[in-house]
């Protein structure tokens, strides 16, 4: 129960916010494709959970949660694959955008250096092979096609405005994409209230902009995956 309300606050803020922009900027907004979005992250927390945990587990002895994001991954597939969005649109392609590797090459020495700095000063616990495994694969392979991947799309149209930065297009959508990505790590419900952890909020968001950058920058989901799971994994290995 506590994760359902955990969800029902995450898309409260997300329409809060959403309608607030949109009000502002009534040319730029689809309510439509907000609503869209709120029902992506609604089913995308569903498959995570177990359906908050009603349906069975199907892979039992796991100690990580495997099926939820075997799930969640077929899920966002089959969004991917619709009309409305497009597998080459929303970035699923090996292919970069001319130019990319070498204008985004700064970046990704950014982002490693920045996760193996927290990796040397916070160390993790000795891990074991499922976690390695786990880490290594899933979490990119799930959030980044979710987050920078069809949720990106899908409030990308909510909000149509654009400002030129660092050589992409920025909208609402990306900044948006980017707190939903905090709320998902750093937000919750326990013992009868809601609670934030600002420092998991700032190293779950803040990282997810320069994710968003690459995303933008090459026109694919390759580099922000790899990097996503390089972020989980390296604190594993000191």
Known sequence: MNSFISLLGT????????????????????????????????????????FYHLAPNLIPGAHWNWQGKILA??????????????????????????GSMIATLPVVLIYCSFFTLLALYFPDDPSGV?????????????EEPFYRGILLFALDRAFTRRVRFLGVDWGWGALLSCALFGLAHGFG????????????????????????WLRLRTRSLMMPILLHNFGNVISLLF
């Open 73 to 98: 991954i077929a899920l966002t597939l089959l969004i991917a694959a619709l009309p409305a969005f497009g597998w080459r649109r929303i970035g699923l392609t090996l292919k970069q955008a001319r």
């Open 189 to 212: 419900y326990a013992d009868g209230h809601f609670s934030i952890d600002p420092i998991v909020m700032a190293l779950t968001a803040l990282p997810s902009l320069l994710a968003v």
């Open 130 to 142: 499922e976690e390695v495994a786990f880490q290594l694969t899933m979490p990119g392979l799930e």
């Open 11 to 50: 898309l409260a803020l997300l329409l809060l916010a959403g309608g607030g922009i949109g009000l502002a900027d009534r040319r730029g907004f689809s309510l439509r494709w907000l609503l869209v979005a709120a029902a992506l992250v609604a089913c995308n927390d569903a498959l995570l959970t177990r």
